[in-house]
Structure formats: C-alpha cells, structure tokens
C-alpha cells in the first residue's frame, strides 16, 4: 500500500489491462490503496479479457474499447482520476522490420486518442509507457534518459521507436498547454508468466523457452549470440509503474530497467540449463539482431523514486519457464510450435 495513501479512493483507467504487463499491473493496483477502483480498457471484451485477470475479475470493471476510435477512449476516460496507459501494438525483431508502417501508425493513433480522451475528461494523472527503442543504435552503456532523442531509433524497431518518442514529444505539449500531470516511463526488455509465446510476435526470452521447450535441438538464435540485454522481470516492472505514476509525475522519462547485462549467447545457455535441456546453439549471424548493447542508466530512476530491479535474471528464467510449462503445456491439446 502507498505509504501516502495516493491510490486510496482513486478511480483508475488501466489500457491494456488484460494483455501480459497491464494484467499483472492490475493486480498490483487492487492492493496499492484502500477503495482504489479499476477499470481495464480491451478492444477484446470481456470473454477475452478474463484468462489473465480471472484471479482479479470480481473487482475489476471491463470497458470494451477500440482505442484507435476517440469515442471509444473519451467513454473508457470518463469520471477517471487516473489514466495508466499501457496498451501499445508491440512486437519482437522479426515482427518491427516487417511492420514499421503498423507499428508506427497503431501506437501514434492510440495514443493521440488516450491523451486528448484523459486531458477532456479532466483526469488528474497519466501514465505514458515509453520504449527503450526510443534510443539510438549508438549510444552510451549504460545509457541515461538524456540520449532519448539522439539521433534515429535503432533500425529494427525504428516504427515502434519512432512512435514512443512522438507519444513522449505529445505528452509533454498536452501538459504545456493543458496542464495534466504527466508520468514517462522508459522500461527496458520486460519478460515473465503471461508473457506472448506466439512465433510470430515473440521477444527473444518467450521465443527462446517455446524453442527449448518444443524439443528444438538445435535451438535457433537470432544473431552471433554477441548482442547484450538487461531484462527486467514483469514484478520488478510494474512495481515501477506505480512509483513513476505516484512520485514522479513531471513529465519527465525515467528508465526502467535492471542493471544486470547478459549476452543472448548466455541467455540462451541459462534457458537451455533451466529447462534441463543438453541442446546445442545455432546463431544465425544473417537474422536481425537489433541492438548491439541494451542496457540502461538507472541512476535518476534510483534518486528520484527509490527504484531498483530485485528480481535476478535466473529467478525471474526459473518462474516464467514454470508458468509456461504449468499453464502452456498444461493445457490439453497444447501443442508447440
């Protein structure tokens, strides 16, 4: 619970509620204050909302909307205190470089909507999720906030990265001219239970454990295995959420991530053990690879609102590889691709 009390009595608007980050966020939300009332925002309805939230369902409102609709977004802001927006079309490597276009247009589109809808509707708060992609492919290790508008976005997820730094740039001129408190959030390679395991629009960790897990041998690596991650377990992610959201609503982007730097090489051999496989590695130099370095400067995220990653990297393998084999494999008729 907030020490100060700041969710109790709120009434908060979550986008994208019911996907692998906002559900898990939404539970975290239900214990932050006494009297908090949620309201998860899904193009998908109710049926399709329920598989993630079905421990949380009783106490949550479900609002259908279509976020690339304003109207459907000035009904989901309605009476809201707070506005977490979370929902954004994402996507791993393979996906970005085949969908600058989509990706670009679908999260400029939502977002326009999300923060005219919250600015009209008077809420107090806004929570913008921003992207690491914001950065460019050279930059400082570990790189501080400060190089968010350096040069281009990194090719590879240049749409995705493109469409942050406009969502950043219209947040803080809806602030400027409207004055609504505006929280950024720059959170770096989330991953854990609930996480996308679809071939097509996996981020490395889920694509990794269904390759393993699925038998493959040996397992497919995108790139020499060289490029380095710092990943940040959903927990430790949505924990700093709300801290940004409660103690740092200055429009100002603050880095989200661990400072706990692995290789894909590595990060593969620590999947492959976890799952108590004996596969061998294929890296496949000629796939996109993205960045060659992602890790980020946690300094300002430390002084400002007392954020840190607690979860270890190996803990956080150990806990999604069980969710998955306990709700994935688990499921009759499941079968691996």
């Not at 079309?89 to 393979?94: A, E, L, S």
């Not at 999260?107 to 992609?133: D, I, K, P, W």
């Not at 390759?211 to 040996?218: A, E, F, Y």
């Amino acid at each position: 619970m907030s020490a100060m009390g700041f969710w109790d009595g709120k009434r908060v608007l979550v986008t994208g509620g019911a996907g692998f980050i906002g559900s898990h966020l939404v539970e975290r939300l239900l214990s932050a204050g006494r009297g908090t009332r949620v309201t998860v925002a899904s193009r998908r309805g109710a049926a399709a909302a329920l598989p993630h939230l079905a421990a949380v369902a009783k106490d949550v409102r479900l609002e259908k909307a279509d976020l690339s609709r304003p109207e459907d977004c000035a009904r989901a802001c309605k009476g809201q205190d707070v506005v977490l927006h979370l929902a954004a079309r994402v996507g791993g490597v393979g996906y970005n470089v085949r969908h600058p276009a989509t990706m670009f247009r679908d999260n400029v589109r939502m977002t326009t909507h999300m923060l005219q809808a919250a600015q009209e509707a008077g809420a107090e708060r806004f929570l913008l999720v921003s992207s690491a992609c914001v950065y460019p492919r050279v930059c400082a290790i570990p790189t501080p906030e400060t190089e968010g508008f350096s040069g281009s976005p990194e090719e590879t997820n240049a749409g995705y990265g493109w469409a942050k730094r406009m969502a950043e740039f219209e947040a803080a001129a809806t602030h400027k001219e409207f004055g609504m408190r505006v929280a950024i959030a720059r959170p770096y390679n989330a991953y854990g239970p609930r996480d996308d395991f679809e071939p097509e629009t996996s981020h490395v960790i889920p694509a990794l454990i269904r390759k393993v897990l699925s038998g493959q041998d040996p397992v497919p690596v995108w790139g020499d295995g060289r490029q380095t991650r710092a990943f940040l377990y959903v927990d430790d992610f949505v924990r700093g959420l709300l801290d940004v959201t409660e103690r740092y609503a200055e429009c100002d982007p603050l880095n989200l991530g661990s400072d706990e730097e692995t290789s894909i090489g590595d990060l593969t051999r620590m999947i492959v053990e976890l799952c108590g496989s004996k596969a061998a590695l294929r890296f496949d130099s000629s796939a996109p690879q993205g960045q060659p370095r992602r890790c980020c400067d946690t300094t300002k995220a430390r002084s400002t609102i007392g954020f840190r990653a607690e979860v270890p990297l190996r803990e956080g393998l150990r806990r999604t590889i069980e969710w998955y084999r306990r709700t994935i494999e688990a499921k009759p008729g499941s079968a691996h691709v």
